[in-house]
């Protein structure tokens, strides 16, 4: 746990950053993840994400709690987006400090997503519902 507790506060503390970029900050809105129902649940692959109501997490790491933590540390500095949220497709992106992380699940069955991977030349990973 102590583990977990410290790679949690490490991820954060080197991932906020005290410059921002107010051209990013344009598509902002507050700290909540709204994934479909579709994609709600757990879904497993090479790593684990679970998605639920206001929140995602890949393995045991809550995105919202990131972006929430960087948002303490340094007010404003941090948000989510969701460009692609509908029956097939949640594509988001959150920004902590200068880095945004961005994702693109689709959905391939009940059963089954793909997360796109934004370089071609490495395979996009399948997970299924758990």
Excluded: R
Excluded at 17 to 22: C, H, K
Excluded at 90 to 111: A, D, L, M, N, Q
């Amino acid at each position: 746990m102590k583990k977990l507790f410290f790679l949690f506060y490490s991820i954060l503390l080197f991932s906020c950053s005290s410059n921002s970029d107010d051209n990013i900050k344009t598509n902002s809105s507050n700290s909540d993840f709204h994934p479909p129902s579709w994609i709600e649940g757990t879904w497993k692959g090479d790593v684990t994400y679970k998605f639920f109501q206001k929140d995602v997490y890949q393995n045991q790491i809550s995105f919202k709690g990131l972006v929430d933590g960087c948002n303490l540390a340094i007010p404003n500095s941090s948000f989510v987006s969701e460009p692609i949220k509908n029956n097939t497709e949640y594509k988001f992106s959150y920004v902590t400090g200068e880095i945004k992380h961005e994702y693109h699940f689709i959905k391939i069955s009940s059963t089954e997503i793909k997360l796109l991977n934004p370089n071609s030349e490495v395979l996009s990973p399948v997970y299924t519902k758990q």
